[in-house]
């Protein structure tokens, strides 16, 4: 373009380069801050220079970027593909420099600043109004600005108005350095997931093999004529609950983190009386535990079946392990709404203490210092639930009577079959 060649030579001339600000290095940090450099187009931009371009009644708006050595241009209209010009000879690098919040040039033919100044010989521009975009820390990063090819002037509304759209920029550029923080979070957060997946794969991995010897030769010594003494198989009987109690520690870990890869984005047509009944002959194992029902005709769900399935045993078992009735009793129920499944699955254990059931599905939080046989629980069982139910985008909920019920209430969201 031949306002290059002129640029070479500008320096002979009277025209006067725009000043650097003393902030320059922080300022600059600023605009690097929102990556906006070298972006392409975005109709967001576009529209609000189009907008000040009728409002000004001007030929050519812009909003710029003032690097270390050029004027990038983020958003231009009626400059056809020009994204970019040099710092040095740039009407909005004096805009940046000044302490005004507004820069207006009537007419730069007669404006000692921009004397010879190769853009009005090659780009006609005589007219200039600009503003700068001040970040929350009071870094100048551009302009948002106007030309014309004639000497001419703005009014107050105009002034205005091109003063409101600065600012609907800076907030557009807030919004979107907020959302490059928030992916990057969820980035970071990802990477640390997949971290702890693959730190507790490998964990575990090796810690079952040694558990399970541990266990087998207790067994083993238990059960031979080995000569231990009571207390001697009182120290063996302890080392196998502890191991017991570790592996289902391990065991749980592996559900929690495992739990995302049960969800994926194909559904299961379910018979919701067959997936009671496999639930049920999966964890009831006691004469004096009864499972009841409803409805008790053929209902289908359109769900992730092996998620829902671990769902159900967890909230199941839970209400066998804490039951402190003679006999135990379950109640599962299915509604449906327009819009959601919802399960009910009440007992008549021991129930929840007012001051816990809002914790109950933190990872870790135990409830209840020990279940009907004296364990106690690893807390890992409901995180998992909630963990599960949140990649199903359901949610789950429970109320209680300490010493009378306990009821989980599962809702899921009622997927059309396709």
């Not at 929840?352 to 629980?377: C, M, N, R, T, W």
Request: some cysteine; charged content about 25%.
């Amino acid at each position: 373009m031949p306002w290059i060649l002129n640029f070479i030579c500008f320096r002979n001339s009277p025209m006067i380069p725009a000043p650097v600000p003393q902030n320059e290095s922080k300022r600059l940090e600023a605009v690097q801050k929102y990556d906006l450099l070298d972006t392409m187009p975005e109709e967001s931009y576009d529209n609000i220079t189009s907008i000040v371009a009728s409002i000004c009644n001007a030929p050519i708006a812009l909003i710029t970027l003032m690097d270390r050595e050029r004027n990038f241009i983020k958003s231009g209209h009626g400059t056809r593909d020009l994204r970019e010009s040099p710092r040095d000879i740039s009407f909005c690098g004096h805009t940046i420099a000044s302490e005004e919040d507004i820069v207006i040039v009537e007419d730069a033919r007669e404006d000692e600043r921009f004397k010879d100044n190769p853009l009005i010989e090659d780009f006609a521009t005589i007219f200039y109004a600009g503003v700068p975009l001040v970040d929350q820390n009071g870094y100048k990063l551009g302009t948002l600005c106007v030309y014309d090819h004639e000497p001419r002037t703005l009014n107050d509304n105009q002034i205005d108005s091109l003063k409101a759209m600065a600012k609907q920029v800076m907030q557009l550029f807030e919004q979107r350095y907020q959302n490059m923080v928030l992916l990057k979070t969820q980035r970071q957060l990802h990477e640390r997931n997949q971290e702890l997946k693959v730190f507790a794969g490998i964990v575990t991995h090796d810690l079952k093999a040694p558990l399970s010897n541990i266990m087998m030769v207790a067994d083993l010594l238990n059960d031979t004529e080995s000569g231990l003494s009571e207390k001697g198989k009182g120290y063996l009987s302890h080392l196998k609950q502890s191991s017991a109690s570790l592996n289902r520690y391990i065991d749980g870990m592996l559900m929690f983190y495992r739990s995302d890869e049960m969800v994926t984005e194909e559904y299961d047509e379910v018979s919701y009386i067959d997936l009671i009944e496999d639930v049920i002959a999966m964890t009831v194992l006691e004469d004096q535990i009864q499972v009841i029902y409803r409805p008790t005709q053929e209902t289908s769900i359109i769900t992730n079946e092996i998620a829902l399935q671990q769902v159900m045993v967890n909230l199941v078992t839970n209400a066998i392990k804490y039951s402190d009735k003679e006999k135990t009793l379950i109640q599962i129920s299915l509604e449906q709404t327009d819009t959601h499944y919802e399960i009910s699955v009440k007992d008549n254990g021991q129930g929840i203490a007012p001051d816990k059931i809002d914790q109950v599905f933190k990872l870790f939080y135990v409830a209840s210092e020990h279940d009907k046989h004296g364990k106690q629980g690893t807390g890992i069982g409901l995180a998992t639930v909630a963990r599960l139910l949140e990649h199903m985008n359901g949610k789950i909920s429970v109320s209680s009577e300490l010493g009378k019920w306990t009821e989980f209430k599962v809702s899921l969201p009622v997927i059309e079959w396709s």
